[in-house]
C-alpha cells in the first residue's frame, strides 16, 4: 500500500509490539495501534470498503499518521431514475412491483452497508433480496403497513463497508461519522435540495439512524454523523434552501441520536466576480449553526486551496502573482487581482465569533485544482484533481493558524495513497518520512522580563532555534510549552516579516510563517 507505512508495520511484527486481531470470518493480519508520525492532519474522508483486511490496511495506514477521525459521503436518496442502479428482480418482477400494493414514488439509494433486521417492518412489502449477485433492500416509507399507497426506498448495497470500518475504528480508538443520506438535488439547480422530497428523505434518515443506534451501540467509533449536501459559509437569503434541509434533517438526527455529532463542511469562494469576502463568513456560520437543533456540531471549514478557490499566501503578498497551480483557475495575475484574501483570512473571520455547542474545525484540502503530466490523482469523477506535496499541505496548516480545534482533510483515496509509479512515494508515504517537519500556525511578540521577543504556536517546535527574515538570524529558544499546540518563546525584537522553526531533532519547517512587515 504504502511503502513507508508498510515498513512501519513490518518493523512492529519484529519488536512484537504487535496488538493481536479479534478473531472473525476473514483471517486479516494482527492489528499495529502504535501511531508512529503523528501530523497535524488528524482525520481523513475515506470510502468504505467490502473487504475487512482492506479496511483494515486502511484504517492502520490513517492511524499511524495520527489520524483519529474517519468520515464518509452519505449516499444520494434518489427521487430520480438512476441509470447507476443495478437491476433488482424479485420472484421475477421488478422489485418496485408488490402484489395488493398501490406504488405513489420509487427512491434509490446506492450504499456501502449491510442494515439490520430492524429496518424490516412491514411483513411483505420490506424485504432482503439477492439478485444479480447483489444485495437489495425493499422499504416502504409509510407510517402504517396497511397504509392506502406507499412510497418505497430500493437500496443496493455491494457489502458492509461502513460496518467494517466503524468495527476497525473502534479498535484503533478512532472516530465514524457516516453520511448522512444525502438530499435529492432540483433537476433545474442541481445545487439545491428538492423541498418536494424532503419529508420522504427525513422519514428514511430517522430509519437510517434507528438502525445505526441499533447496530453500533456497542462501538466506540460511533460519533455522529456527517451532513453530505454541500453549502457556502456565506451570508445567505432568507428561506435558504439549504439551510432549510439542514434544520431539517437535523431535528431529526438531535432526535434519533442525542449527544451525537454533527459535522458540516461549508466551502468558502474567495474568487473575485463569483465568491464572496471573508466579511460575510461570520454570518454564514451562524446560520450553519442555527440549524444544529441542539445537536453538537462541528463546522469543518474547506479551507479551498484544493479546488483553486481560495489561495494560501501571506499577507505582503497581496501583489504577486498567483501560484502556478492556481493559474489554469483564476489566471495569471496577482493575488488581490483574482482573491478577495487568502484562507487565513477567512478562517480568522470565522473564529471571531464560534457560536456556543460549535466547535470550529478547518477541512484542507489535500489535492491541487488540475493534474500535470506525470502526476497520479484523481480522474474520476469529474474534474480531475493532481497530488499535492507535504510542504504545500504544511502551508494549509499553516494558514488555518491556531484558530481550529482540529484539522481534517479530503480525501484519503487517492491523494494521498496514489503513486506516480510504483517506485515513488505517495502523499501518506512523504508524511511518514517528514511528520517531525516544525509547522508555525501564529507568532506574535511578547516581552518576557523587560525583553523582546516572539512567542509562536504551532506543532514540533520542541527545542532547536527560530529563524528571522529579513536578515536570516538564529535565535534558541528559551521556554517551552505544550498544550493543544506547542509554544516556543525566543528572545528577539522586530521588525521581521518570516519566522522559520528548526526543532532539536534538526528537522526545519517546509515553509516559513509570514507577517506583516509594521507592527
Not at 455547542?357 to 488540475?370: A, K, Q, S
Amino acid at each position: 500500500m504504502h511503502r513507508v507505512l508498510w515498513l512501519i508495520v513490518a518493523a512492529a511484527f519484529v519488536a512484537g509490539l504487535v496488538i493481536p486481531d479479534d478473531p472473525g470470518p476473514e483471517e486479516c493480519p494482527p492489528r499495529d495501534t502504535r501511531v508512529v508520525a503523528p501530523y497535524a492532519v488528524t482525520g481523513y474522508w475515506v470510502m468504505p470498503r467490502a473487504d475487512r483486511c482492506v479496511t483494515q490496511r486502511m484504517v492502520e495506514a490513517i492511524h499511524a499518521i495520527g489520524g483519529d477521525t474517519l468520515i464518509t459521503f452519505g449516499p444520494r436518496f434518489n427521487a430520480r431514475q438512476d441509470p447507476d442502479f443495478p437491476d433488482c428482480l424479485v420472484d421475477g418482477k421488478p422489485c418496485a412491483e408488490v402484489p395488493g400494493v398501490r406504488v405513489r414514488q420509487v427512491y434509490t439509494y446506492l450504499t456501502s452497508e449491510e442494515f439490520g433486521q430492524g429496518m424490516l417492518r412491514c411483513p411483505g412489502i420490506d424485504r432482503r433480496i439477492g439478485s444479480g449477485g447483489r444485495t437489495f433492500y425493499r422499504l416502504t416509507l409509510a407510517e402504517s403497513c396497511a397504509a392506502a399507497e406507499h412510497d418505497l426506498v430500493l437500496a443496493a448495497t455491494d457489502g458492509d463497508g461502513l460496518g467494517n470500518l466503524m468495527r476497525e475504528a473502534s479498535a484503533y480508538g478512532m472516530t465514524v461519522f457516516p453520511g448522512l443520506p444525502a438530499a435529492s438535488q432540483r433537476e433545474d439547480k442541481p445545487w439545491e435540495p428538492d423541498a418536494a422530497h424532503t419529508a420522504a428523505l427525513n422519514a428514511f434518515t430517522a430509519r437510517v439512524l434507528a438502525d445505526y443506534r441499533a447496530r453500533f451501540a456497542g462501538l466506540s467509533a460511533f460519533g455522529g454523523v456527517y451532513q453530505s449536501f454541500e453549502l457556502a459559509m456565506r451570508a445567505r437569503a432568507e428561506q435558504d434552501p439549504i439551510i432549510s434541509l439542514y434544520a431539517a434533517q437535523h431535528a431529526v438526527v438531535a432526535s434519533a441520536l442525542p449527544g451525537k455529532k454533527i459535522v458540516v463542511s461549508p466551502y468558502i469562494d474567495a474568487r473575485r466576480g463569483r465568491g464572496f469576502p471573508p466579511s460575510q463568513v461570520e454570518e454564514g456560520l451562524a446560520d450553519i449553526a442555527g440549524t444544529r437543533a441542539g445537536a453538537p456540531m462541528a463546522v469543518a471549514v474547506q479551507d479551498g486551496r484544493g479546488t483553486g478557490k481560495v489561495p494560501v499566501h501571506g499577507p505582503q503578498e497581496g501583489e504577486a502573482t498567483v501560484a502556478p497551480r492556481l493559474v489554469p483557475v483564476v489566471g495569471d495575475v496577482s493575488n488581490a487581482q483574482a482573491y478577495y484574501g487568502p484562507t487565513s483570512a477567512y478562517v480568522e473571520a470565522a473564529a471571531r465569533r464560534v457560536p456556543g455547542g460549535v466547535e470550529l474545525w478547518v477541512n484542507v484540502e489535500g489535492f491541487e485544482p488540475t493534474p500535470v503530466e506525470g502526476e497520479c490523482g484523481r480522474a474520476d469523477p469529474l474534474p480531475p484533481r493532481g497530488r499535492t506535496t507535504k510542504a504545500r499541505l504544511d502551508q494549509q496548516v499553516m494558514a488555518s493558524g491556531p484558530h481550529p480545534v482540529k484539522i481534517i482533510s479530503y480525501g484519503w483515496d487517492p491523494f494521498f495513497t496514489c503513486q506516480a509509479r510504483y517506485d515513488t512515494p505517495s502523499l501518506a508515504d512523504d508524511i511518514a518520512a517528514g511528520w517531525q517537519q516544525p509547522i508555525i500556525v501564529a507568532a506574535r511578540p511578547e516581552e518576557r522580563g523587560g525583553r523582546p521577543g516572539v512567542l509562536v504556536e504551532g506543532y514540533h517546535l520542541r527545542g532547536g532555534t527560530l529563524r528571522f527574515e529579513p536578515g536570516g538570524a538564529v535565535v534558541a529558544q528559551e521556554s517551552y510549552t505544550r498544550g493543544r499546540l506547542e509554544s516556543a518563546w525566543v528572545p528577539y525584537a522586530w521588525p521581521w516579516t518570516s519566522v522559520t522553526a528548526t526543532n532539536a531533532a534538526g528537522h526545519s519547517s517546509t515553509s516559513g510563517y509570514p507577517i506583516r512587515a509594521e507592527r
